[in-house]
């Protein structure tokens, strides 16, 4: 789950990280009102949206006087912003975080996530911090420097002097960053967070090292015992089919192709995706049933699927094992009495009740085409949607 920038730099400060001052607001009125709080010579306009990129896109604007301050709201409140994150169809702007302008000494970039691959969590630094992050990554790699650290309830000052080398700090700023490490890695082991981004982190020319940026996501399997930063969650910038997924506990990602795939079990799902791509078609979602599902849940993950535009096709596949088949069948069935199905239709079921659900699925009416195996399912709605 991701958050905005002004509530990530609220979890921050709550754990000891220095933030600037300042304020969000719904609406211009509201921001005026409330920025009247913040003692600052020049205002830092944010948009706020779940993207990176903003400042080139026009996103971060430096004013002067409040009068600038609100004509330049009301121009980016409902502006749609498109960014390298974004995509091309853009976020459109529906808040606004206004805060204390810097004194920018140095910038420097820092991050920390969660390294599947060595079970630790991995600190990435650099003294080359800002908009062009990625070009810095991709041109002088050595620029940046990977710290990976072991899971425990804190983080050494060794590991975290190794984090902070690259900055090459004095030692009154050393120490603050040192702080700063430690906030962040409480923060991240606390909430159960997947990562967190400060970009730029900076040195302000009275020597104080803030986070002037930040982005924070959750791992969406704990939030169950984060109900605090659940109701950070904001619904606007999500997709609204991945909205209502969430309400069926379906696992569901919208993607750019044309053909729908109901699958169950992770796994399945992406080798489901990868023979599609394999004979030349994309898929158009990322769907997960899971392995216990009933007919009410399938039914609502084809509605789902049929509901994006650019579905030409669907395969269904599944392998039975705590999943029925027989139960998929009839949400399917259920599902096509409700709407009207007038794409091709490929099934392929193995494992447990296949013969039930596949005399279900013959018996129905429906016209589908039935498939032997995933190479055989593939190669015929790739076909049926040509």
Request: hydrophobic share 40%.
């Amino acid at each position: 789950m991701n958050i905005h920038e002004h509530q990530a730099k609220q979890i921050l400060k709550k754990y000891g990280a220095v933030v600037p001052e300042g304020i969000f607001a719904l609406n211009v009125e509201e921001l005026l009102e409330k920025v009247k709080l913040l003692k600052t010579e020049k205002y830092v306009l944010k948009a706020q949206i779940h993207a990176g990129g903003r400042g080139k896109a026009g996103g971060v604007k430096i004013l002067n006087t409040i009068d600038e301050l609100e004509v330049a709201a009301k121009e980016l409140l409902g502006k749609t912003l498109i960014t390298h994150q974004t995509g091309p169809e853009g976020r459109e702007v529906k808040r606004l975080y206004v805060e204390e302008s810097s004194n920018i000494e140095k910038e420097f970039y820092l991050s920390c996530l969660v390294d599947r691959a060595s079970s630790k969590i991995a600190f990435i630094s650099s003294d080359q911090g800002g908009m062009n992050i990625e070009e810095v990554a991709s041109k002088t790699p050595q620029k940046i420097l990977t710290t990976k650290v072991e899971i425990n309830e804190e983080i050494s000052n060794n590991d975290c002097e190794k984090i902070i080398k690259i900055f090459n700090l004095n030692n009154d700023t050393k120490n603050q960053a040192i702080t700063l490490i430690k906030s962040i890695y409480k923060m991240f082991i606390s909430t159960d967070a997947n990562m967190v981004e400060v970009n730029p982190l900076i040195l302000t020319k009275e020597e104080k090292i803030v986070c002037l940026d930040a982005k924070v996501n959750f791992d969406s399997n704990a939030l169950f015992r984060h109900p605090e930063i659940v109701e950070l969650r904001d619904l606007n910038e999500e997709d609204p089919t991945e909205i209502e997924a969430s309400k069926h506990d379906l696992a569901y990602i919208k993607l750019d192709g044309s053909i729908g795939c109901m699958v169950n079990g992770a796994g399945l799902a992406m080798a489901t995706m990868d023979i599609i791509k394999l004979y030349g078609n994309e898929p158009a979602n990322f769907l997960d049933v899971g392995g216990g599902a009933s007919k009410e849940k399938v039914s609502a993950a084809l509605k789902i699927i049929l509901s994006d535009k650019n579905v030409k096709g669907v395969l269904i596949n599944i392998f039975g094992g705590i999943m029925r088949c027989d139960v998929l069948a009839q949400g399917v069935v259920d599902a096509a009495k409700e709407i009207n199905i007038s794409v091709p239709l490929v099934v392929r079921l193995a494992g447990t009740n296949f013969k039930q659900g596949k005399e279900i699925l013959d018996n129905s009416g429906l016209k589908l085409i039935s498939a032997e195996n995933l190479d055989d399912a593939a190669k015929k709605i790739v076909e049926a949607i040509k």
